[in-house]
């Protein structure tokens, strides 16, 4: 059977996306293909007018040196955009991997703040240069914005865009919006700004084209409602598009002059970042992504797992203490997994639920308290239902009825110990300025895992009189 060519790869053009969704093995197979013969020609009719979302994919199923030759290959028909859309792992491969000039050329055609994003995360002397093979002004720019701190507003902002005197007519407006050819590729409002830039009112795109060209902008623009500063956490920033329903935001400086614009598809960006570092934090795999190494995840899950092991020697030694209780009755050790795992996934929902809620601020001292008690009325609501069941499985299990009564009584305690400290635990790391996403799971499941043993134990030797 004759080997594929790149004749063969291009002559069905299968369809990108297979029926699940991904990436349609036979259009990777004529992609790799195409680049083993470095048939650049056909690489372009058949992944030149994909998506940069779809590109990404793309990357992400080839190997590191397939990744490479596909950009090398497309030239400039590669939009660098599409690293933004990739794991931080495959953009730095493929930086590291051009000519300081190709990323150069590759990153001035982006706007800024694809740029920085593309950027901010290489060495220092990787970053430099990159930037000096820039024009000087698209370089101070840059600058400008990676001189700001991380997830800060002015890293995520876009430093073009509109601004006119309010003198000007909406004719001259329109006019001076048709003939420039520097402007924003997408932009929804005008700003306003006096002669040192500080930020006047915006004018809303569809205001602008139903008034009449004589017009003065000053009397078609709304005064600025919101601005955010370009040192405010991005987080902050993303709470405002929230629970405003902004398209975009102007970004000021310390003295309040307009140095750029967040829009909301950069806050999508911000929304989807802030949700995916909490989930890894919760589970302590700390910025791994998918594309990273083996031995980069196994470095960076061990810390934690390090201190969860400490921890469970702490559990094993409340379990020791009762070594003669467990001894005296069989039946104590194998239910006692039940109350601690019961009362671990119990503070794991609490917990859940009060990280979100401090994540999307709806959760303060004023009403820190209520929350607390509503957790606790959970808590003890579901820890009694569960006693009951698991009591009287316990019971009809070992035909002792008072052992059912004895974990009935210990899951009721470790249930509501869950419930309050998957409660205090987030809320009082988040007020030592500790992220409680980060070091609240090992700390709720060493306690539960304790309260619970000693419970279950404790209540078994005095209630059976085991010494």
């Known amino acids: 059977m004759a080997e594929p060519t790149a004749d063969h790869a291009t002559e069905a053009l299968p369809a990108f996306r297979d029926a699940g969704g991904g990436v349609n093995p036979l259009f990777l197979a004529a992609i790799e293909i195409l680049l083993e013969e470095g048939d650049a020609a056909r690489l372009a009719m058949l992944a030149g007018e994909l998506h940069e979302a779809d590109v990404a994919d793309l990357l992400a199923a080839l190997t ?44 001035g055609a982006l706007e800024s703040d694809d740029a920085v994003y593309i950027l901010e995360d290489l060495d220092e002397d990787e970053k430099q240069a990159i930037l000096e093979r820039l024009p000087i002004s698209a370089r101070v720019r840059l600058v400008r914005s990676l001189d700001y701190p991380e997830e800060s507003a002015g890293r995520r902002m876009q430093t073009e865009f509109v601004a006119v005197p309010g003198f000007w007519t909406v004719g001259q407006t329109i ?86 614009v967040l829009t909301i598809d950069d806050i999508v960006d911000v929304i989807e970042q802030e949700a995916e570092e909490d989930i890894r934090a919760l589970a302590g795999v700390g910025d791994e992504e998918m594309s990273d190494s083996v031995f980069y995840a196994a470095r960076s899950r061990f810390p934690w797992l390090f201190v969860n092991m400490f921890t469970a020697f702490l559990s094993a030694s409340v379990i020791a203490i009762f070594d003669d209780t467990i001894a005296h009755m069989v039946a104590l050790a194998v239910l006692m997994p039940i109350v601690a795992s019961l009362g671990g996934n119990s503070g794991t929902q609490a917990m859940t639920v009060t990280v979100r809620a401090l994540a999307t601020r709806e959760i303060g001292r004023r009403n820190a308290l209520k929350v607390l008690g509503r957790e606790m009325t959970v808590a003890l609501i579901n820890g009694a239902i569960m006693a009951l069941i698991v009591g009287a499985v316990a019971s009809l299990w070992f035909t002792n009825h008072e052992v059912g009564v004895v974990i009935a009584a210990a899951l009721v305690a470790n249930v509501l110990t869950a419930g309050f400290v998957g409660v205090v635990i987030p809320l009082g790391l988040n007020a030592a300025g500790i992220d409680p996403a980060v070091a609240s799971g090992v700390l709720l499941t060493a306690i539960t895992d304790m309260v619970g043993f000693s419970a279950f134990l404790g209540l078994s030797t005095w209630w059976f009189g085991l010494v």
Not at 70 to 79: I, N, P, Q
Not at 93 to 105: E, F, G, M, T
Request: proline share 4%; no cysteine; net charge negative.
């Open 64 to 107: 590191p040196d397939e990744r490479v030759a596909y950009v090398r290959l497309m030239g400039e028909g590669f939009d660098f955009a599409t690293l933004t859309e990739v794991d931080e792992s495959i953009r730095l491969q493929i930086l590291k991997a051009l000519s300081p000039a190709v990323a150069a050329r590759g990153v």
């Open 175 to 260: 006019d001076e919006i048709r003939d420039d050819e520097n402007l924003p590729e997408d932009f929804y409002e005008i700003f306003v700004v006096d002669p040192i830039f500080h930020l006047i009112g915006t004018v809303p795109l569809d205001r602008l084209l139903r008034a009449g060209r004589n017009t003065r902008i000053a009397d078609v623009m709304r005064e600025n409602q919101y601005t955010v500063r370009a040192t405010e956490d991005q987080e902050d920033v993303a709470q405002l598009f929230k629970r405003y329903n902004l398209i975009s935001v102007a970004v000021v400086d310390d003295s309040d002059r307009l140095v750029g």
